[in-house]
């Protein structure tokens, strides 16, 4: 009925590289052979069970019924009808007699002596003539399901691992908007809303990306990939910056419009290091290095603060800020500017002070010197 050699090499090999026991795949392919068989052959209600046996490749087909008394069964409609209004007050749980699915506790007594209500009797089922195809075929599918199956484990575990890092691949294809990227054994997914604006690609180019999330759908493993996700910035970050790596400075906070500016606010645990200084690098090589990858993207790098006053105010830069007064309460900041550092203070469209806001988590007035409100930022 079966190529063993061919079964058993599957198996080894399911075993050996996926991890997949062979008890687990004959199991299945067991219940997919009952099946396949009481599809093809059974009766309404039959339990049908398979055994199939590995060295000689023969499938015997058993049927399974329970034994049963009075105080499990119905013996007919007629009584099941009678009982069911008494049966839901009672919690009565008896179903209707199956000659296919039970077998009086009498009458099992006769072949097995020792029988009680609950136990299985076995019986032995015909071979069909024609179910070695089916048989076969069953098997083939099964054993085909649980490579799919492994694989998909294998990719979410893979992928799983390397969720919250930047992947790398190419381009398949662009729908709708959408790029999909092949990054080996699983596609990802760049949609419009997490790309950066401005930014193309073609088929068959190479693709960086933020991995936030990993899917598994109906259709297999989605990987959801992002270039402007703030998360992006600072793993492009920790790939140009050991110090950020081995944890001797930290990023404390992010601001980003993706494709056009970014703020980070960036603090050092070493006081002979410079926090700012190693993410720009020498001669800026590094936050060049970023902000190539980023089609252009502007990058201000400040040092965190635990002064609100003075985080605001070097958050503001490139600007230069009169004063600062803060309202804890309410976590508001008034900032006075000089006439002439207005526009920098604000900035393009307001994007100057919407950062700063956003990368300290304050509310921002700015104000000139004459006291008129400028901007708020929040």
Known sequence: ????????????????????????????????????????????????????????????????????????????????????????????????????HHILLPNAQKIKKDAVVGDEIIFHLESKGDYGRIASQTAKQVIMQK??????????????????????????????????????????????????PGERFNQGERVRAYLYKVEDGPKGVALRLSRSHPKFLVKLFEN????????????????REAGSRSKIAVASNDNYIDPVGSLVGQRGVRVATVTSELGGEKIDIIEWSEDPAEFIEDALSPAKIISVEINEKNKEAAVIVSEDQQSLTIGKGG?????AAKLTGWRIDIKSTKGEELEVAE
Request: aromatic share 6%; proline share 1%.
């Open 1 to 100: 009925m079966f190529d063993l050699k061919v079964i058993n090499s599957v198996l080894d090999q399911l075993e050996e590289e996926r991890g997949i026991a062979k008890e687990k795949v004959i199991e299945a392919i067991e219940m997919a052979l009952a099946t396949a068989y009481k599809k093809e052959y059974g009766k309404r209600g039959q339990i049908v069970r398979a055994n199939f046996d590995l060295k000689s490749g023969d499938v015997e087909m058993n049927q399974v019924k329970i034994v049963v008394d009075d105080t499990k069964v119905f013996m007919d409609k007629e009584s099941l009808e009678d009982a069911l209004e008494e049966a839901e007050k009672n919690d009565d749980e008896r179903v209707l007699f199956n000659p296919e």
């Open 147 to 196: 490579i799919r199956e492994a694989e998909r484990s294998s990719v979410l575990k893979e992928f799983g691992e390397r969720e919250d890092d930047i992947i790398s691949g190419t381009v398949q294809r662009i729908e709708r908007g959408n790029i999909f990227v092949d990054v080996g054994r699983a596609v990802g997914i760049l949609s419009y809303e997490e790309q950066i």
């Open 240 to 255: 140009e910056a050991p110090e950020l790596k081995n944890g001797t400075i930290e990023i404390k906070s992010v601001a």
């Open 351 to 355: 994007q100057n002070v919407r950062l």
